[in-house]
């Protein structure tokens, strides 16, 4: 039994693919962004995960007022994010 199989590690293929895809590996991605609630009105600082891809949509909660936002961030080839927070129709 191949090592990869039996731990489910990714093979040398699956690395390429994921560098094609994201091709921020210098290490210099966002980590983190400073938004204003679209419902409270505050300053919040969340965490980005750029593992996740170059676009990314996701629902998360104000830490302040918990109303959910749509989160929508966008890597650049420089790692840089543009980061959008919108109110969500999610109840």
Known sequence: MDTNESWNLPDDDD???L???FPLGDGVADLS???LCPYC???VEITLDPGSGTQQDYVEDCYVCCRPWHVSVTYR???????????????
């Open 15 to 17: 690395d390429a693919t």
């Open 19 to 21: 560098d094609e895809e």
């Open 33 to 35: 962004s400073e938004v």
């Open 41 to 43: 009105g505050e300053s």
């Open 77 to 91: 080839e420089d790692g840089s994010a543009d980061v959008h927070v919108d109110a969500s129709d999610e109840s």
